[in-house]
């Protein structure tokens, strides 16, 4: 199977296979980003060992299925071992026989532990073997690779890359699995057959995000609004409830992190922490903290400051596609059918915002259009103090090079046309951002047209104009 993208996280698994030391890898990531599709593909589904923990299992069970998965490569005693100190400890014989199976590159034991966390059950001893499996053999094997993998990040993150034990300073590489970008959704869609015009799958983009097992699921004798509906809105659709079934498989306890999701929601710019502590179904303390910074890990939401105000006053801002549509339009179950909302007042309004959350999702894209890649940047947002129109800009890119682009992001039926009064509005959001901040270097207006841009005797305004056509940009 073709492996799409991707190139940075298959360098890291090559630079694993290359080492002279033992690996222990981690991938992680949200629900149905590709984590274990990467990993089977790029080793050709051909490892020393490979076990995947069992959804909502006891202990018992899930000995029992490992140790079917050691009798699968060639351990002999078919009885389930009594505990996982047991578990690993056939591990270690199976991996110590010869006639085990060496990636042929660099003759390395590679083993593949998938839903890591499903392993760790209710009262087991799952943590301390695995703990003691690593530290008393495998960590001074230095032909192994041992990979491990999960959806459920809040056990991840907790127990094996900030834990202070046992697992402290013992991962040797991370490996966080991001969506896919616009230009890979292009290659999936052309792997796939599904015929879209770009513009359309932005608007793709907007509703699923780049999840690949989303993408996966387009019909492709379906129009983009007929493969939302069947997805989505149809009761038995396979994203009808994905939104809860997505948080139940990250999070143990979701509620607290789907209240703060939802509360971004209402809020375009974003909330500070401050107002989101005074939301009663959130609250503040160190839960709100680990949850902001768990949710902000999984990429669903994006941590930014006001340029004027510097990082006492940081805004956290939902940047998640999915699950700004899925709050919008499948968790109260308002609608039954997308058509009858397409081009309504609220469709509009969330296609504006959901276009701003595209363009957050490819700042890299778009600092390669403007040619400065190799410039080092900040990326900020400003809210006006004194404007009395309330003047905001939510994509400002600070460079070294002395030129801040103030980013306006636009997406249009059709070609995107400057008028006599949003040309005045751009006029006064340059000269009160130059007041509030202070900002001596240049400023360069720029603008994201998402389906073109129209040229006219306003448009000299805009030093940079990029298109949708430039997202695609590799």
């Not at 980003?33 to 995947?52: C, D, H, M, P, W």
């Not at 969506?179 to 292009?186: A, H, K, M, N, R």
């Not at 179904?281 to 709100?288: F, M």
């Not at 059918?337 to 595209?358: A, D, K, L, M, Q």
């Amino acid at each position: 199977m073709k492996i799409i993208g991707r190139k940075h996280e298959k360098d890291s698994l090559f630079q694993c296979i290359k080492s002279k030391r033992p690996e222990f890898v981690v991938v992680y990531g949200r629900r149905r980003i590709g984590k274990t599709y990467l990993v089977r593909e790029y080793f050709n589904r051909q490892f020393s060992f490979y076990a995947t923990g069992l959804t909502d299992s006891k202990t018992k069970s899930q000995l029992r299925a490992f140790n079917e998965s050691l009798c699968s490569y060639g351990y002999n005693d078919k009885t389930p071992p009594k505990d996982w100190f047991e578990a690993f400890g056939r591990l270690r014989q199976l991996l110590e026989s010869e006639k085990i199976y060496r990636e042929p590159l660099n003759n390395k034991r590679v083993i593949f532990l998938d839903e890591l966390p499903w392993m760790d059950t209710a009262r087991s001893d799952f943590k301390s073997a695995l703990d003691y499996f690593w530290n008393s053999w495998a960590s001074s094997q230095a032909d192994l690779v041992l990979i491990v993998c999960g959806s459920a990040t809040s056990w991840i993150i907790t127990n094996l890359l900030t834990n202070k034990k046992g697992f402290h300073n013992r991962i040797t590489k991370q490996i966080h699995l991001n969506p896919f970008t616009l230009s890979e959704c292009e290659k999936m869609y052309e792997l796939n057959d599904i015929v879209m015009t770009r513009s359309q799958m932005i608007e793709s983009y907007m509703v699923f995000g780049g999840v690949p097992l989303y993408l996966n699921l387009l019909d492709s004798r379906l129009s983009l609004a007929q493969n939302i509906n069947e997805l989505c809105f149809k009761e038995h659709g396979e994203l009808n409830n994905e939104y809860t079934n997505l948080f139940l498989s990250l999070f143990d306890k979701p509620e607290k992190h789907m209240a703060i999701l939802e509360a971004l929601a209402k809020k375009k710019c974003g909330m500070t922490r401050t107002e989101l502590s005074k939301e009663s179904d959130i609250g503040g303390g160190s839960v709100l903290t680990k949850d902001l910074k768990e949710l902000e890990e999984c990429g669903f939401i994006r941590k930014y400051s006001d340029i004027t105000k510097g990082s006492t006053d940081s805004f956290y801002q939902l940047i998640d596609p999915f699950t700004l549509f899925a709050i919008k339009f499948l968790k109260d179950k308002k609608f039954d059918s997308w058509n009858t909302y397409i081009n309504s007042p609220g469709y509009n309004s969330w296609r504006g915002t959901s276009f701003e959350i595209v363009c957050f999702n490819h700042i890299d894209t778009i600092k390669k259009v403007l040619g400065i890649s190799g410039i080092e940047t900040s990326e900020f947002a400003w809210r006006s103090q004194e404007s009395e129109k309330g003047a905001q800009i939510d994509l400002i890119i600070s460079r070294k090079d002395g030129v801040t682009n103030l980013c306006e992001m636009k997406f249009t039926n059709s070609e995107y046309a400057l008028d006599e009064d949003e040309y005045k509005k751009l006029q006064n959001r340059v000269t009160d951002f130059q007041k509030e901040s202070g900002s001596t270097g240049a400023i360069h207006v720029t603008l994201i047209c998402g389906n073109g841009f129209k040229y006219n005797k306003y448009s000299d305004i805009a030093q940079n104009i990029i298109t949708g056509e430039d997202l695609f940009e590799t």
